[in-house]
């Protein structure tokens, strides 16, 4: 998509073919995405049997956060929703947080950073007070992951 954008000089949406039923339907990346993250990363029925798998689980949960970076940083696709959803779910629920947490700190701090990176991008739009409650819970991990604390 970017490449399509710079060599036409104009701006080319990003679409994706399904072509698993026999049928091949094309829906723009945007949507994918907003279905992936309603269905998957945001729904509990996804990510709480992958939280009780433990390590591999929780990895499964970080490789999440930097795919959907990645959809965001190749195009306009990921909306602001998207990541409030997960700072909410899996950084800002107790919860959920700790069990993140307890199965893989690093995946836990992955996810952490990825957050931080989007919005440093500009792909996120957030307020300061979260920026900081994250730029904590980041360094906090940090410490917890060398023994500091």
Known sequence: QLAASFESGRKVNLSY???????????SAKQLVNVEARTKILNPRWYEPLLTQGYAGATEIANR?????GWGAVGDTVENWVYDGMAQTFIFDAD????????????AKAAVQRLLE????????????TIAKLQQMYADLEDKLEGVS
């Open 65 to 69: 956060f930097t795919n959907v970076m």
């Open 118 to 129: 989007a919005n440093g991008r500009g792909l996120w739009q957030s307020d300061e007070s």
């Open 96 to 107: 959920v947080h700790r069990r993140f947490v307890a199965a893989n700190p690093h995946a």
């Open 17 to 27: 073919a399904e072509t698993f039923t026999g049928q091949t339907t094309i829906t």
